[in-house]
């Protein structure tokens, strides 16, 4: 169905390339067709945008839809909470063994793709791109007929080796010689990228062998966060990045959480030369351990975990510098009855509709621009994973991805405000300037003003190699 006309006028259009701009933006066939002011408005719906801000729309490099409910009903759920948030483009972690029946994880994702695009075409309310994640030399063997598809970005776990809870979550850890001829093959197939969770299971082990099972029933998060040291994440980031350099293989670091873990990449950048993309995620940069330490049950439990305010700033001034290239997520969503105890609740939490409010509101604190906000949470995930010019900025030619945001309007973030199946969010509290009003999908008015205008309107993204 052809998308409606529309004219956006009187907003200051937050282009990622340029700045800010005063401008309107036309709209039709779903894509951005002019950018000026005064365009004509005939035959076209008008949206009056004064004193609002036009940002492409957000992208969430990182999620998990289907590890606690089915990828279906997270599907519908989890990407209604995206729309609310200004985010139009989630990256799902893929999982072949999480589907509407189990399969091995090491099923060849031929057999699965069909499956998991038709589930996505026909419930999500937004654009979903997929990481496939990878633990077979089998499925290895198939990453440049994946690209072929449109898939070009490859998950895999160096950590969670053997763990019985993460298999059950599609996280299955591989050992050094999966990973190293991953990243081999990457190396060969242009434009394909590999993402690494990186935590040193061993390095873990030795840290928490002292702990009876009474620490472990009373543990805080901030000896929590002691049982999982950055020196695991560090050395596991070395590691990789070592292998790396080896082979050629550009690689993504997810959810970095720590200095010594940003130091190492700025080391094998400078000294190795070696192409790395690192994000982080919205817990690392406004929360703690000792603030999660005040919340009930484990609602912030996640891994890696929160560090301290020290290693947060620090996370901020390399997303000023550029160190760290993207934010995403690591959103799931799961009922707060399995968020009770620290140390045997699952690891995660929403985190989809909060992010852009969030990160707008404490970059601008921190004096970064609107500009640096709109690349790192919009253009550089764009670019790293194959999806720019299409996706990621505003510019002539690019889908009609727009969130319109009031940075004036304070909100209180609520999960009973929130849109997520999940009914608790670890930001309950905290104060926000940066109001999602609308968000268009492919020139969709999809969200207005807390209202689901239309849904079942995403698509899988295909995406182009990384040049």
Not at 75 to 99: D, F, H, N, P, W
Request: charged residues 25%; proline residues 3%.
């Amino acid at each position: 169905m052809e998308s409606e006309k529309w004219v956006i006028k009187n907003g200051t259009i937050v282009n990622p390339e340029y700045g800010e701009i005063k401008a309107d933006i036309k709209i039709e066939n779903g894509i951005v067709t002019a950018i000026g002011r005064g365009l004509c408005e005939e035959g076209c719906k008008v949206y009056d945008a004064a004193d609002k801000y036009l940002f492409p729309g957000f992208i969430d490099t990182h999620v998990h839809l289907g590890n606690f409910n089915s990828f279906e009903d997270d599907c519908r759920s989890e990407t209604i909470s995206a729309a609310a948030g200004g985010v139009t483009t989630v990256c799902q972690m893929a999982k072949a063994s999480k589907l509407t029946k189990f399969r091995p994880p090491q099923t060849s994702y031929h057999e699965v793709l069909d499956e998991i695009t038709d589930i996505i075409d026909n419930n999500s309310s937004v654009d979903i791109a997929l990481h496939l994640n990878l633990s077979s030399y089998e499925q290895i063997d198939e990453i440049a007929s994946y690209a072929e598809l449109g898939h070009t970005s490859f998950k895999f776990f160096m950590s969670y080796v053997g763990m019985e809870g993460a298999i059950k979550m599609g996280a299955i850890g591989v050992r050094d010689g999966i990973i190293y001829a991953a990243l081999n093959k990457v190396s060969e197939v242009p434009g394909t990228l590999a993402i690494v969770h990186c935590e040193n299971d061993d390095l873990i082990e030795f840290f928490q062998r002292s702990m009876t099972e009474k620490d472990k029933e009373n543990i805080s998060f901030s000896d929590f966060a002691k049982s999982r040291p950055s020196i695991a994440e560090a050395e596991n980031i070395h590691r990789l990045l070592y292998y790396a350099a080896e082979t050629g293989a550009t690689v993504y670091v997810p959810h970095v959480s720590s200095i010594k873990a940003i130091n190492v990449v700025k080391e094998a950048r400078k000294n190795s030369g070696v192409k790395v993309f690192v994000e982080t995620c919205p817990q690392y940069l406004v929360l703690t351990h000792e603030e999660a330490n005040k919340m009930p049950g484990a609602i912030a439990k996640v891994t890696p975990t929160m560090r301290n305010r020290e290693t947060l700033d620090y996370l901020w001034e390399c997303i000023k510098d550029g160190t760290i290239n993207t934010i995403g997520t690591d959103h799931c969503s799961l009922g707060l009855d399995k968020k009770k105890s620290v140390w045997y609740s699952p690891g995660g939490f929403p985190g989809i509709e909060t992010i852009a409010p969030l990160i707008i509101t404490e970059a601008r604190k921190r004096g970064i621009s609107l500009q640096r906000v709109s690349q790192i949470l919009s253009y550089n995930a764009a670019k790293i994973f194959g999806m720019l010019p299409r996706k990621g900025t505003l510019r002539i030619g690019a889908d009609a991805d727009i969130a319109i945001l009031d940075l004036n309007k304070e909100v209180t973030i609520k999960a009973e405000n929130l849109h997520s199946s999940s009914t608790f969010t670890p930001y309950e509290g905290f104060k926000t300037k940066a109001y999602v009003e609308a968000t268009f999908l492919r020139g969709d008015l999809i969200w207005r003003d807390g209202d689901l205008l239309k849904a079942k309107t995403g698509k899988t993204v295909l995406r182009k190699p990384l040049e």
